[in-house]
């Protein structure tokens, strides 16, 4: 197996960026997930509730996030250092709030334009605990991103030529691997062979990841990820085919292990 495709999301929700390379950190791939889009109170605004974060194309630079969209001027964001930070959740239903460096009012003006409503821009400076440990079975860490849950997602060729093969049974037409949001693409295993490496580790070139088991998923992947479109695939065939107590799967989760660089063409291995 090998590694096919190495993606980040600068901001929680935003166009993804495609990389070579990228460096591993405890918490996940470097620039991965370390701004998020808020709302008054302080949770999360994803593209559950708000489709047009696909027109977002931020960019990681040297202590600055420049924030892009078609029509739009590009907005430089420093990363903040003050003022103090502010406690904020990625869900509603969270127990634990972070602590959150405000990015300023420019921002913010700049971000509520674009998506129509006022939100706020956040850094997570410190990676840090959003989830109990008790919560799950995989424990993440004390160090995590703006992740739903795990720091990585990682998905294969295999198993999207099924769900593709099962959208044209239905008539459907196929859906890119862009609308599963993966950190990571694998080439060269079988279809759903991530389901039997739940708790093993996975060595990607000289890094080693423990797989947290099966990702669910949600509205976001009916979302075309070029224009923001919402359609009713690929829920409902995930829905026919790979629901397992209420919860419709497809991707896998992983924690670090170790730290380092993984870069595409790199061999992928199970232990």
């Given amino acids: 197996m090998r590694l096919k495709a190495v993606h980040t999301y600068p ?6 960026l495609d990389h070579d390379d990228a460096r591993v950190e405890p918490w996940g791939l470097a620039g991965d997930r370390r701004w998020m889009v808020v709302d008054a109170d302080g949770v999360g605004v994803t593209q559950r509730e708000v489709a047009g974060l696909v027109r977002l194309r931020a ?10 969209a078609d029509g739009r001027p590009d907005l430089d964001v420093p990363e903040p250092t003050a003022p103090e930070p502010v406690g904020v959740r990625t869900f509603s239903n969270r127990k634990l709030r972070v602590p959150a460096l405000p990015a300023g009012p420019a921002a913010d003006a ?24 008790a919560d799950r079975t995989h ?35 196929p859906v890119p691997m862009t609308r599963f949001r993966p950190n990571l693409v694998v080439d060269g295993a079988s279809a759903w062979a991530e389901d039997d490496w739940t708790g093993r580790t996975l ?3 000289g890094v080693r990841f423990r797989a947290a088991g099966p990702c669910d998923r949600c509205v976001v992947t009916t979302t075309d990820q070029e224009t923001g479109v919402r359609g009713k695939e690929p829920l409902r065939a995930l829905a026919r085919h790979r629901s397992v107590q209420q919860k419709v799967l497809f991707g896998l989760n992983l924690v670090p292990e170790g730290t380092g660089r993984v870069s595409v063409g790199d061999e992928v291995v199970v232990d």
């Fill in 203 to 205: 060595r990607v070139g």
């Fill in 110 to 133: 700049w971000l509520g334009e674009l998506l129509g409503r006022p939100v706020r821009l956040v850094h997570l400076a410190r990676p840090t605990r959003h989830i109990p440990a």
């Fill in 59 to 68: 960019v990681v630079g040297d202590g600055v996030l420049t924030l892009r």
């Fill in 11 to 16: 901001v929680k929700g935003c166009h993804r």
């Fill in 139 to 173: 424990d993440t860490g004390d160090e995590v991103s703006f992740a739903d849950a795990y720091p990585l997602l990682l998905a294969t060729t295999a198993s999207l030529t099924a769900l593709n093969d099962w959208l044209a049974e239905a008539g459907e037409p």
